[in-house]
């Protein structure tokens, strides 16, 4: 399963730090996203990473914001966010699949499209202006 964890209420310009935590597999062997969904809107994906390789990729939305990384030792996934806006709000979620850093890419472009092998609870995130 998967846990996220690290969500909070900050300041415009302010950051936060998103944990995915991982337990019964492994999260070198998956590819890992994280998605958001606010209030009304679709789900939409942000980031991932493929810890095998350290490919990463990241919506232009968060582009130069956001960092994507891995501890492997922890089996854990991170979301640091920088320079936080108010339009960042939303529920976080990391997920999981098998398959390789272009499939979980196609994944947070067209998130409903795609079956994930885990999928982890949310985490809210709530940026005030």
């Known amino acids: 399963q998967l846990q996220a964890s690290g969500g909070g209420l900050v300041q415009a310009g302010g950051s936060l730090r998103l944990s995915c935590a991982a337990s019964g597999f492994t999260v070198d062997d998956y590819a890992i996203g994280w998605f958001r969904q606010a209030p009304g809107k679709e789900r939409e994906g942000v980031s991932c990473?493929?810890?095998?390789?350290?490919?990463?990729y990241y919506k232009d939305s968060v582009m130069g914001r956001f960092t994507i990384s891995s501890d492997n030792a922890k089996n854990t996934v991170y979301l640091q966010m920088n320079s936080l806006k108010p339009e960042d709000t939303a529920a976080y979620y990391c997920?999981?699949?098998?398959?390789?850093?272009?499939?979980?890419?196609?994944?947070?472009?067209?998130?409903?499209?795609?079956?994930?092998?885990?999928w982890g609870q949310g985490t809210q995130v709530t940026v005030s202006s």
């Open positions: 997920a999981a699949l098998v398959g390789t850093i272009a499939t979980m890419t196609r994944a947070i472009m067209f998130p409903e499209l795609y079956e994930y092998d885990y």
């Open positions: 990473i493929t810890s095998s390789d350290g490919s990463t």
